[in-house]
């Protein structure tokens, strides 16, 4: 048996990935970074190959991560995490830095970033796992905490794209605490569906200050469907 929901007991951070050069740059979020090894300082960085930013990551030949803070606004998270490079400039209004190897950098909600050199790709199928060497990496603000998958899933109430590596299809889930009270609930700006049978805290019981984690939209503009 295989119990997805298991697999969202294991610990991710939150990063944008960026690539390309200051004048085209793209970036996206990603949970799936990691460090490989210690002498030298190296990483691993899993990007689907559906992202305009692999194209960009394959052609530089380097990427920049931008560590996000706890409290990273949804704006930032809904423009790099759920819109193409291929139909927005993204980086439009971005605070970014000119990395040593001329990567762009994002700066907005970032507590701390590396950047570093692609030395070896590896095919996954559906995506491309970069090796990279770190470059260089720098501390940005030391008073936050860093934003994790665990923590945008249960208090931001986020979901991975279709295009990340923990994406599941909702159809999949084992509906644990599915009742016949269970209501769902439409955001008016997106179309995004919050359905208490699948989730861990029920739409009325959210925060006032709740925000869609599509497109940023307020919990008042949802509707009960």
Same mark, same amino acid.
């Given at each position: ?27 996206? #979020? ?101 090796? &990279? ?6 501390? #940005? ?47 008016? &700006? ?36």
């Amino acid at each position: 048996m295989i119990q997805v929901e298991a697999l969202f007991k294991i610990s991710y951070g939150l990063y944008i990935v960026s690539s390309g050069t200051m004048q085209k740059a793209n970036g996206y #979020i990603s949970n799936t970074i990691f460090q490989v090894t210690a002498e030298p300082a190296r990483f691993a960085n899993c990007c689907s190959k559906n992202n305009y930013t692999a194209a960009l990551i394959q052609q530089s030949g380097v990427f920049s991560v931008s560590i996000l803070a706890e409290q990273c606004s949804m704006d930032i998270l809904s423009r790099f995490g759920y819109k193409s490079g291929r139909d927005i400039n993204k980086m439009e209004g971005i605070e970014l830095r000119e990395g040593e190897t001329s990567v762009p950098i994002v700066l907005n909600d970032t507590i701390a970033f590396m950047e570093c050199k692609v030395i070896n790709t590896i095919d996954l199928g559906t995506h491309w796992m970069f090796i &990279a060497d770190l470059v260089q990496c720098e501390i #940005i603000d030391d008073t936050k905490s860093p934003l994790t998958y665990q923590y945008y899933r249960q208090v931001k109430k986020g979901v991975a794209p279709k295009n990340a590596p923990t994406y599941v299809n909702k159809e999949l889930l084992t509906k644990t605490h599915e009742s016949n009270t269970a209501k769902k609930y439409k955001c008016l &700006a997106c179309g995004y569906i919050y359905d208490d049978a699948e989730e861990e805290i029920p739409f009325d019981e959210l925060p006032d200050d709740w925000v869609c984690p599509l497109c940023g939209a307020e919990k008042t503009d949802f509707i009960q469907i």
